[in-house]
């Protein structure tokens, strides 16, 4: 058993280090990007980026399983690879929000341009990027708002802390959020001395208030994880209070010789 279990080990530290790896090359495609984004030109890398954390969250699924089996198993070195993990299970959320908040809904805004009317008076031309920056805000409020609906929940205490520790990070993100809120807010107020209807205007995207219910969602989520966790964490010590009751039991010379059989009776009674 212990031989099966240090293969394990073996197998967690060498496949940790290839998720590691995805991750850095992940981070790297990402951060080139957002450089060129900050150049005012287009990113390059975005499909390369969202394959390799793909890649990345399907492994870090298998790792967890692998540190569940010597969690059961009770290695000593169960709790130094779940931490491992967990790092980057961390690391991956935070890579992933980034790439979501900044490759997603990135799009600079532009200045508005005016063009002459009939009547002499001169009207703002709606430019494209304004509104393809609310367009991608909206589709990420759309798309968060879907994975908060379909998170799951965990059944054992490291799939339930997994679960927690991957909702702070998309809470946070889902917090910050209310700068691009307000950045797309201003973009639809009229431009000071200029005549016509507000730069995004309300034929042509639906507002963006009453959409942004993710937060009230998330915060919701939090809440239930948090106390899913308390209640799981105190079973879980339950169980291993009555796990290690039953080995002494199981290990017990229960034969009529054994000069601590009365003491048992009476433990018993």
Request: aromatic letters at 6%.
């Amino acid at each position: 058993r212990l031989e099966r279990l240090q293969r394990v080990v073996t197998k967690l530290q060498m496949e940790s280090g290839i998720c590691e790896e995805q991750l850095n090359q992940a981070d790297a495609l990402l951060q080139a990007d957002v450089r060129l984004l900050a150049a005012g030109k287009a990113p390059q890398k975005a499909a390369e980026v969202e394959r390799d954390l793909d890649k990345a969250d399907a492994m870090i699924r298998l790792l967890f399983n692998d540190v569940q089996s010597l969690k059961d198993g009770r290695h000593p070195q169960g709790e130094q690879m779940y931490r491992r993990v967990y790092r980057l299970h961390e690391r991956l959320v935070s890579i992933r929000t980034e790439y979501n908040l900044r490759l997603k809904s990135g799009a600079p805004v532009t200045a508005v341009t005016t063009v002459p009317v009939a009547s002499g008076q001169r009207r703002p031309e709606p430019d494209e990027a304004p509104l393809r920056y609310l367009q991608d805000l909206l589709a990420w409020v759309e798309e968060n708002q879907r994975r908060v609906a379909a998170a799951e929940w965990g059944a054992d205490l490291p799939t339930v802390e997994t679960h927690l520790g991957a909702h702070r990070g998309l809470h946070r993100a889902i917090e910050e959020f209310r700068t691009k809120v307000e950045r797309a807010r201003a973009d639809e107020v009229r431009p000071p001395g200029c005549w016509g209807p507000p730069v995004l205007g309300a034929d042509e995207v639906r507002p963006l208030g009453p959409t942004v219910s993710p937060q009230n969602s998330s915060k919701s989520r939090l809440r239930h994880l948090e106390s899913l966790h308390g209640f799981v964490s105190a079973a879980t010590k339950e169980l291993l209070w009555l796990s290690e009751r039953e080995e002494e039991e199981v290990a017990f010379d229960w034969s009529h010789h054994n000069p601590a059989m009365a003491a048992k009776k009476e433990s018993y009674s």
